[in-house]
């Protein structure tokens, strides 16, 4: 349960950085290549990428910053449990909808609100395992002509179910590099 006494940490620096280059390009961090990934290979991704969160939720340091402005493992793992309700959500209204408009959705913000850093992480652990479930089922389930349905992101962005499913998986791939976790195969 949150410590409602407990002090605010420092808040990293926003992130303003458009990271959709990485559906096409291979990320130099974590070397995440997704356009090499087939969008049937994304269930199966998005559970590999999910499962190492358990262990880091094990960490005895769960809740230590490497330094004051970058989030623990802890902080991550709630944005991952995040991302992966969030990019749910779009997925599903991408299937169901024609073209639909995401809401946006202040990463940042949402870190201040629900106080990523006082979470329980057995909590954020079980959480998070459900969400990486659902999210890793509604891709299992994409109709094979349901890959090209689109959707927007309110700065613009237009993304396909295939090349929201990329960018996702970079996210999920990347935060396991943030964390010193260890990472998944190199794509080659």
Known sequence: MPDPTSQTPPTPAPDAKDWTWVIEQPCPDCGFAGALIAPGEFAI???AATAP?????RRSDVRDRPAPTTWSPL????????VCRIFDERTRLMLTEIDPGFANWDQD??????RYWEQDPAQVAADLATAATQ????????????????G???NGSVFTVTTLGR?????LVHHLWDVGAAPLA???
């Open 186 to 188: 190199r794509e080659k």
């Open 135 to 150: 999210l890793s089922r509604t891709y299992a389930a994409v109709p094979a002509d349901a890959w090209g349905r689109t």
């Open 109 to 114: 913000a949402t870190a201040l609100e629900e």
């Open 53 to 57: 969160w358990q262990e880091v939720l």
């Open 45 to 47: 991704r998005i559970a």
């Open 152 to 154: 927007r992101r309110s």
């Open 75 to 82: 902080e991550y793992s709630c944005h991952v449990r995040d």
């Open 167 to 171: 960018y996702l998986l970079h996210d």
